[in-house]
C-alpha cells in the first residue's frame, strides 16, 4: 500500500509539472494519455525497481517496451530526481550511470550518453533546475551544475559551473541569464565564436588608429 500511495503521489507531481513547463496542457485526460515523456517516467521507474532488485533481464524488458512505445530511451539503471519533463521527447536517450536531478527540463532529440566502452561511472550528471535543448548532446562522465542551460544542438564533453549557458560545437560557456520563467530562450541565445570575431575585429580597429597615430607623429 504505501509503495503505491508513494506511486500515485509521484504522478500527481508529474502531471503539476507538465502544466507548469507545457502550455500546451489542457486536461488532465490529455497528459496522462497523450504525453509520451510522462509514460517513459513512469515505466522507467519500474524497470528500475526491478533493475535495484536485480532482476536486469525483466528490467531491460520493461525499458525497451518504454522506447517502442515513447521513443524514449532510458536505461533502466539510471537515476532521475523529481519533477523531471521530457518535452515531446522522441531521440531522447539517458545512459546507464546518468544522474538527473530535481526539476531537470529536456527537449527532444537529446542524448545524455557516454563518449567509450569504459566501465564504471561513463555518463553525465545533471543538477538541479537544468534545461537541455533540442538535440544536445551531453557526454561522458562530466558534471552540469544547478541552473545550467544547454542550448539547442549543442555538443558538451567538459564539466560546466553552476549558472552558465552553453552553446556550440563543443560547447562553449556563455555568462548570460537567458531565461523567462525557468524556460531556456533558444532564439536569444548568443553564438560565442560570431561574439569572439566581433572582439577582435574592434581589437584590430583600435591596434589601427594606434598605428595611424603613431605614423602621424
Not at 2 to 24: C, V
Not at 65 to 80: D, K, V
Not at 104 to 131: A, D, F, M, S, W
Not at 188 to 206: F, G
Amino acid at each position: 500500500m504505501r509503495l503505491i500511495k508513494k506511486a500515485f503521489s509521484q504522478i500527481k507531481e508529474d502531471i503539476s509539472t507538465i502544466y507548469e513547463k507545457d502550455p500546451a496542457a489542457r486536461s488532465i485526460l490529455e497528459v496522462l494519455f497523450c504525453y509520451p515523456g510522462l509514460h517513459a517516467l513512469i515505466l522507467h521507474r519500474i524497470a528500475h525497481k526491478f533493475h535495484y532488485w536485480h532482476w536486469y533481464f525483466f528490467a531491460r524488458c520493461i525499458s525497451n517496451f518504454s522506447r517502442l512505445m515513447t521513443g524514449i530511451e532510458i536505461h533502466p539503471n539510471a537515476r532521475i530526481g523529481r519533477r523531471f519533463f521530457i518535452d515531446h521527447g522522441m531521440g531522447v536517450v539517458i545512459g546507464e550511470t546518468t544522474i538527473i536531478g530535481d526539476d531537470v527540463l529536456l527537449y527532444q532529440g537529446v542524448t545524455l550518453g557516454g563518449t567509450g566502452n569504459e566501465h564504471g561511472k561513463r555518463h553525465p550528471t545533471l543538477g538541479n533546475n537544468v534545461v537541455v535543448g533540442s538535440g544536445a548532446k551531453v557526454l561522458g562522465n562530466i558534471e552540469i551544475g544547478d541552473n545550467c542551460r544547454i542550448g539547442a544542438g549543442s555538443v558538451v564533453i567538459d564539466s560546466v559551473p553552476e549558472n552558465s549557458t552553453v552553446v556550440g560545437v563543443p560547447g562553449r560557456i556563455v555568462r548570460q541569464k537567458l531565461l523567462i520563467q525557468g524556460q531556456l530562450m533558444h532564439n536569444r541565445i548568443p553564438d560565442p565564436v560570431s561574439c569572439q570575431l566581433n572582439r577582435l575585429t574592434y581589437e584590430l580597429q583600435e591596434l589601427k588608429e594606434q598605428l595611424n597615430e603613431l605614423k602621424n607623429k
